[in-house]
């Protein structure tokens, strides 16, 4: 049973760094895209950031220049750099993971992915 966990949420002041973090067990997926989603309370999720099994990676407009997703294959885990936080950036953060390489454009939708994590809360104030 695949499983995704995240952690390194909390509550920070505007302009302040965090780094989330999501491992992935129980899978034997050779090739594989991990991504990160957020929810606002009452809001949709939407795309972060994503990280393909061969290196691609994929970026909401809103985060690029701020965020950086990297992953660590020997650790089944992908990480989440958020610098530069904003109030705007307050959401519960997903990670999410899909048994395959993401097809061209699918990058940003969450049906793309199979597993999900049960989230991190993330408080930016101001």
């Known amino acids: 049973q695949v499983q995704l966990v995240e952690s390194g949420g909390g509550t920070v002041q505007a302009g302040d760094s965090l780094r989330l973090s999501c491992v992935a067990s129980g899978h034997t997926f050779s090739t594989y895209a991990m991504g990160w989603f957020r929810q606002d309370p009452g809001m949709t999720r939407s795309f972060v950031a994503a990280h393909d099994w061969d290196g691609a990676t994929y970026y909401a407009d809103f985060v690029k220049g701020r965020f950086t997703i990297s992953r660590d294959n020997a650790k089944s885990t992908v990480y989440l750099q958020m610098n530069s936080l904003k109030p705007e950036d307050t959401a519960v953060y997903y990670c999410?993971?899909?048994?395959?390489?993401?097809?061209?454009?699918?990058?940003?939708?969450?049906?793309?992915?199979?597993?999900w994590g049960q989230g991190t809360p993330v408080t930016v104030s101001s």
């Open positions: 999410a993971l899909r048994g395959a390489g993401l097809p061209p454009a699918y990058h940003n939708r969450d049906y793309a992915y199979e597993y």
